[in-house]
């Protein structure tokens, strides 16, 4: 991948309230988090050679579900498989209000949006936008799903338990945890008295482990591509 190096910084990135959760990695380094106030600010932190994986739909469709997301509903299992919604026709993105959203979607195709895909609406609106003005970084940034990342990292299997428990906070905890020991405890108290919640933070964990395999050319990118390569004509999703 031209530009990018082995041993560059990697981020992992989340969207919380307080706008954009990212864990960063960079060598021989211990991990550290920050919440940026926009998409841009955050791009801007960082120097051209770095890996970002965002958990945000990128690449949205005129209608219908993407293949990536198809792929990855596979992957999630009956359990976890409802965590993985379609992203938005790109025409909603000009939506002002829920009762608009679902006014566009379905003369587009057929059916109203839920409130957790319009939920997110101004942050894929946000990042659509960036990637729009600046092509260039595509390059380096990939769409990532934390519960498909979490169920490759557990060997195969999705989550058992939702990540707003308390079991599932602790089970992703406990992967986490292998891979950086004291991280998630240690970051926490950095982070007190930022507007995010706890499975912001875990669901940033499982995009920088995903983001450190793609640096790797361990990643897959689901979507009918092969190991470790993406093409940006075509939405995919990182694994």
């Known amino acids: 991948m031209g530009g990018i190096r082995r041993g560059a910084t990697v981020l992992g990135v989340d969207g919380c309230h307080g706008g954009w959760l990212a864990v ?7 991990v550290i988090a920050r919440v940026y106030g926009s998409f841009a600010e955050l791009i801007a932190s960082v120097d051209s050679t770095a890996r970002i994986g965002v958990d945000i739909p990128m690449g949205l469709p005129d209608h219908g579900a993407r293949a990536c997301e198809l792929e990855a509903r596979q992957r999630l299992g009956r359990a976890r498989k409802s965590s993985d ?17 679902c006014q566009l979607r379905f003369r587009i195709e057929g059916k109203k949006m839920s409130r957790q895909a319009y939920g997110i609406l101004p942050k894929i609106r946000e990042v659509d936008g960036y990637l729009t003005r600046h092509p260039e970084t595509r390059r380096r940034i990939a769409e990532v799903h934390p519960e498909v990342s979490f169920a490759a990292w557990c060997g195969g299997n999705g ?11 602790a089970e992703r905890g406990v992967l986490i945890s292998k891979e950086w020991p004291g991280a998630v405890e240690r970051l ?24 450190n395999r793609w640096l790797s050319g361990k990643g897959v990118f689901l979507g009918g591509r092969e190991r470790g390569k993406r093409h940006r004509s075509t939405a995919e999703i990182l694994v």
Do not use: N
Request: proline share 8%.
């Open 159 to 169: 989550m058992s338990h939702s990540k707003k428990s308390a079991a599932g906070k």
């Open 85 to 101: 919604f379609p992203a938005p026709p790109r025409q909603c993105l000009t939506a002002q209000s829920y009762e608009e959203a």
């Open 188 to 211: 926490r108290v950095a982070l007190r008295g930022q507007d995010y919640v706890l499975d912001d933070l875990h669901d940033a964990f499982a995009a920088l482990w995903s983001t």
């Open 24 to 30: 960063i990695s960079r060598p021989a380094l211990p």
